[in-house]
C-alpha cells in the first residue's frame, strides 16, 4: 500500500512554526512512518517543480503556515490548494493572518517609507525602493510584489481545517496529526488540536466576581499568583481565546495574548473581547467608564492582536486591492 | 551574458534567491543574493503599548525569539529609566543561555555539522540531520534530541513555552524559580556541558583531523578580511546577555567600544533597489559596496566575529578552547568564514558553563523578580547577542508608553553584506568557464552562507536538510539552454 502524502510549508512567517512541528520530537519519526513527506522545504530537499509536477489532489495532506503577503506567497498558496485533497491552515498567522496582519493597520507605501527611509539608522539619498524588477548592470533581477495588505490563508483560497497558536504547542500538533493519522476527521471547517471553549474557562486561577474600577497594563501591576487577571484590572484575552494551550503564559504570571484565536463560534475576536471587557466594568457613569476605558490605549493591538486580517475591520481597503 | 537563477532556495524565511550572471566565456561576471520579503515591523510595532513589544517582536523570529524577546526588554526597560532587580536580570541570562545551548546545538548537528559530517559532496539524500545520525550513530543521535528538549524545558520553565516565551515584562521577570527548578536547571546545565565538551571532542574528531576539511576551512574561497562586532564584558570577555559593542578592525585592532544608546554613531543601513533587506555597515568606515578590507564598512557578527572581537571567554573550559582555535588557526582575528561552526561550538560550551554557573547563584531563587516602573518613559534601546548576531531594538514612546517610533537591527541582517560576499566569492571559485555546474557546485555554494547560520527577515533555518536548488541557464537570447537540478 502506498503512504498517503504530506506536504508542510511556509509563506509570512517567523519560523516558529517550524520549530513547532518539531517539538513533537522522535513522534516526527511516526509521521515520517506514516506519511510520505513530498515537500518540506524547510527540512527536506524537495523543489517547487516537484510540486509543481505532482497531480491535482495528489497530495493528501498539506499544512501550510505564514500569513500571505507578497505575490509569491500567493502564488504558492494557490499552487498547494491545487495539488492538495487536505489543507490546513497551521499556527496562528494561516489562521488569522497572526502578528504580521497587525500591518493592516497601515499600508505598502508607509511601511516602504518607515523601513527604508525614515529608520534613524538608514542612510537611503536617492529614496530608493525595493522594485519588483531591476536591471543589474549584467541583466535582470526579480522580487515578488508586497501586497498592500495581509491576509490569512482562508482569505486567499479554500482551507478545509485549522490548528491555532503562535505557534501551536507541541500537544496541539500532535492531536492534530493523531486524528488525521486515526482518520478521526471532524467536519470540514473544524480546529483541530484544541478545544471548543475559551483560554478563560480552563484557566486554573480563581475567579470570583468580575467587577473592575480601571485596566492596568501588565506592567503596571505584579498580579496575586492565584486570583483571575481581570479580576485584578489586568487585560487577559482568555475570555476570548480559543483554549487548548491549558494557560500557557498565565502559568508564567503574564496575561492570555490571544494566540490560538477566536473562541469556538466567535467570528470577530474583537467584538467578543470588547463585550467581554465591557461586561466587567463596575460602573454605569458614562464618564467613569470612559476615564475606566482609557486604560486601553491601543484598542486596534489589544482586541485583535494575532487575527487582525481575518476580522471584519478594512474588509473596504482589502477589496479594493483585490479590483486592482 | 548568461544568468543562472537559484531560485527557490530555502531555510530562509519565505524565500531567497541567487542570480549569478556568467559572460560570454562561462566566467562569473556578478552574482546577487536577493531576499524577496519584508513583515514591515518597524511600521506596526506603531502605536502599540510598549510592554507588547516583547510579545510582538519575538515574531519577527520563530528561531530566535527568546533573544528578540530580552533585546525588547531590555528596550522597553530603558524606556521606563527602570533598573529591574538583579535576579531578573539573571534569570534572562539563565534563560538565555539555555536557549543558546539548544540553538547552537540545532546549528552543528542539523544545518552546518551535515556538510562535515556527512561530507559536502556525500549524496544529497543523507546530506542532513538523518545522515549525520547514520553515520554517528543513534545513541548520539538521541543525545542530539535530548539536548534540545531538556534546554526547551528550562525556556519553558520561565515563559511558559519555548518558541515565543512569555516570561519577561517591563520590570522585570513575570515568574521566578523555585528550588525545585533550580535544581533541575543544575542537572541541565552539567550535562550541557558534557554536551558542548563532547561536540566538541565530534568536531576535532572529524573535521579538524582531516586534512580535506581543515584545507577547505582555510581556503580563499571562503575567507574574507572584514571588520568584526560583539558585545564584550568589562575585561573584553564575550557577553551574550550585556556589555558593550566592540568592532575590531581586520588587523584585530579596537576600532570602537560603545554603549549601545549610541549606535546610531557607528551603524548605518544602506538601501538597494533590487532587496527587500538593507546593508548595515560602520558609518565611521562609510560603504564602498559589498567590498572587504579596511577601506570597506562591511563587518561580521555571529561566533567567529563575537570570539574576534573579544580577548578571551568568561568561562575556563571556554576560555581553552578559544586559545585552542586560535592558535590552531593561526591566531586572532580569524578570517575563514567556515571557522564559524568551531566558534559556535566554543560558545555553545560558554553558554552552558554560564547557566551553571547561575543556578548556582545563591540570589537566583529570589520570589521578588519584578518592580513596576514609575519614571517617565520616553526612548530606549537594548542589545542582546542572539546567536546569529548583535541584535538591538530601539524604541521611542509618548508618556503613556505607547509606541510612536520602532527602529529594529536584526542579528543576521548585520551579516547581509559578508553573506552576499560570500556567496559572490563562492560563485566566483567554484564555477569555472568550461566545467559543468554540478550539484556538489551547489552544495559548496550553498556552505559559503550556511556557516553564518543565516536568518533571513529573521527566522527559519535552524532544521536540518538542504536547499532545493534549480538553475536555469540562458543564453545571451535569453533562451533557456540547460536546467540543472538538486533533488
Known sequence: ?324 | MKKISIDPITRLEGHGKIDIFLNDKGEVANAYFLVPELRGFEKFCEGRPVEELMVLTPRICGVCPTSHHLASAKAADAVYHCEIPSVAKKLRELMNSAYYVADHTTHFYALGGPDFVVGPDAPKAERNILGVIKKVGLEIGGKVIRQRAICHEVVSMLGGKYVHPSAATVGGMGKGLSEEERKRCEEIAKESIEFGKFSLKVFGDIVLSNKVYVDLVTSDTYTHKTYYMGLVDDKNKVNFYEGKVRVVDPDGKEFAKFDVKDYLNHIVEWVEPWTYLKFPYLKNVGWKGLVDGKESGVYRVAPLARLNASDGMATPLAQEEYERMYKTLGGRPVHFTLANHWARLVELLYAAERFLELTKDPEITDPNTRVIPTAKPDEGIGVVEAPRGTLIHHYQTDERGVTKKVNLIVATTNNHAAISMSIKKAAFGLIKAGQAVSDGILNMIEMAFRAYDPCFGCATHSLPGEMPMEIKIYDHNKKLVNIIRRD
Not at chain 1, 506536504?7 to 509521521?31: F, H, P
Not at chain 1, 494557490?78 to 495539488?83: A, E, G, M, V
Not at chain 1, 478545509?160 to 496541539?172: H, R, S, V
Not at chain 1, 484557566?203 to 497594563?217: L, S, T, V
Open chain 1, 1 to 324: 500500500m502506498t503512504k498517503p502524502k504530506l506536504a508542510l510549508y511556509w509563506a509570512a512567517s517567523c519560523g516558529g512554526c517550524e520549530i513547532a512541528v518539531l517539538e513533537i520530537k522522535e513522534k516526527i519519526l511516526d509521521v515520517a512512518n506514516v506519511f510520505d513527506i513530498v515537500f518540506w522545504p524547510c527540512v527536506m530537499d524537495f523543489k517547487y517543480e516537484d510540486v509543481e509536477k505532482l497531480a491535482d489532489k495528489e497530495i493528501d495532506l498539506c499544512l501550510f503556515n505564514g500569513a500571505i503577503r507578497t505575490s509569491e506567497h500567493e502564488h504558492f498558496a494557490k499552487l498547494l490548494r491545487d495539488k492538495s485533497k487536505v489543507l490546513v491552515a497551521y499556527g496562528a498567522c494561516a489562521c488569522e493572518g497572526g502578528i504580521p496582519g497587525l500591518a493592516n493597520e497601515f499600508d505598502r507605501k508607509s511601511i516602504f517609507q518607515r523601513v527604508y527611509i525614515e529608520t534613524p539608522s538608514t542612510y537611503n539619498p536617492d529614496k530608493k525602493f525595493p522594485q519588483e524588477n531591476y536591471d543589474m548592470p549584467e541583466g535582470k533581477v526579480h522580487i515578488p510584489a508586497f501586497y498592500d495588505t495581509v491576509r490569512s490563508l482562508k482569505q486567499t483560497v479554500l482551507v478545509e481545517y485549522f490548528i491555532p497558536g503562535c505557534p501551536p504547542l507541541e500537544k496541539t500538533t500532535w492531536k492534530a496529526l493523531e486524528a488525521v493519522i486515526k482518520g478521526e476527521l471532524p467536519p470540514v471547517g473544524s480546529f483541530l488540536g484544541a478545544g471548543d471553549k475559551t483560554v478563560c474557562e480552563e484557566c486554573p486561577r480563581k475567579k470570583e466576581e468580575k467587577k473592575i474600577k480601571g485596566f492596568y497594563r501588565s506592567h503596571l501591576k505584579i498580579p496575586e499568583p492565584e486570583k483571575c487577571l481581570l479580576e485584578q484590572g489586568i487585560i487577559c484575552a482568555g475570555p476570548a481565546t480559543r483554549s487548548g494551550c491549558e494557560g500557557t503564559c498565565i502559568k508564567a504570571n503574564l496575561p492570555c495574548w490571544g494566540c490560538y484565536g477566536p473562541a469556538q463560534g466567535v467570528s470577530d475576536v474583537g467584538a467578543k473581547f470588547m463585550s467581554a471587557l465591557a461586561s466587567v466594568i463596575d460602573s454605569d457613569d458614562e464618564k467613569e467608564v470612559a476615564k475606566i476605558l482609557e486604560g486601553i490605549v491601543d484598542p486596534i493591538g489589544t482586541f485583535y492582536r494575532f487575527a487582525l486580517a481575518s476580522s471584519l475591520l478594512r474588509r473596504k481597503k482589502m477589496s479594493q486591492e483585490k479590483k486592482e
